[in-house]
């Protein structure tokens, strides 16, 4: 059966929030980029299926007893390096035009959450920051069931299974967290280096990984780069390759929360959503991840 995904893109939340460019605080930038999935391919739909499912949500959040959009205003970006309907895009130009629209948003005083479309499209958003912020290193966050650290797979530095090697060589600090799936070439790396990583299987059993999840952040700023199926697959199971295991959402969001307390979060992502034909459990809960990090930074700046 084939499935028709919706090609426009809906702003996030829709009618209930004022688009407005100038006074909004947070920009959301759908990157609908595909091109080297290797196992269930669709994420290239991810950014509209979110924004489509995010009219459902309610603008009031229970847990910040706030309508925090209504409050800090949320402005939906066009979409770039669009790959639908078969667009070809090179990893460089969808590199090029993903940094350059970040460095604008952020420049203007947005606080950016980029939304894919493949994890390859990281590397590009997190350099946008590190040329923002070039005298201050910030530690990359990343949520996922994959290491990312390849150096390069099926031919391509710039493939979705590299992005965090392409991070680490910007000599950028990271902490990985619900990893649980590696090649030896990551094993060896992540040994060699001695990267800090908190392993699913490890999350499952130690109730303080939290803590040392936080301690071992050591600046002030950070990135957060979300692949969705770091998170338990029976919650959202449209992903490229769903993993056993994983995080749960209360373990998710109360981490997130501290994070946002303790840090300053300069930017967030979430990626890899490939959405499910006859299910939308997947794209809604993306959705309402995106609003719950706009609440917490929210809380964090005191908008």
Known sequence: ????????????????????????????????????????????????????????????????????????????????????????????????????????????????????????????????????????????????????????????????????????????PTVQIGIRAICKEEADLIKEKNLTVFRAREIAIQSDWMEKAIVSIQTKRVFLTIDLDGIDPTLIPGVGTPEPGGLNWYSLTVFLRRVFELHEVVGCDIMELAPITDSVVSEFTAAKLVYKLIGYQALAQGW
């Open 1 to 172: 059966m084939s499935v028709i995904y919706p090609t426009s893109l809906l702003p996030f939340i829709g009618s209930e929030i004022e688009p407005d460019y100038t006074t909004a605080k947070v920009a959301i930038v759908p990157i609908p980029y595909e091109a080297t999935t290797t196992y269930r391919r669709g994420c290239v739909n991810g950014p509209a299926v979110l924004l489509d499912a995010s009219q459902q949500l309610e603008c009031y959040d229970e847990e910040l007893d706030r309508e925090t959009g209504l409050e800090v205003g949320i402005y939906t970006h066009e979409a770039i390096a669009d790959t639908r309907n078969g667009k070809k895009i090179s990893p460089l130009d969808m590199l090029k035009v993903t940094q350059e629209t970040v460095e604008k948003l952020v420049n203007d005083g947005k606080f950016v959450i980029g939304i894919g479309g493949e994890h390859s499209i990281t590397n590009g958003i997190v350099k946008a920051y590190k040329k923002i912020y070039f005298d201050e290193p910030f530690t990359v966050i990343q949520i996922d069931a994959h290491g990312d650290l390849r150096s390069e797979y099926e031919g391509s530095i710039y493939n979705h299974a590299c992005v965090m090697r392409r991070i680490f060589e910007m000599g950028l």
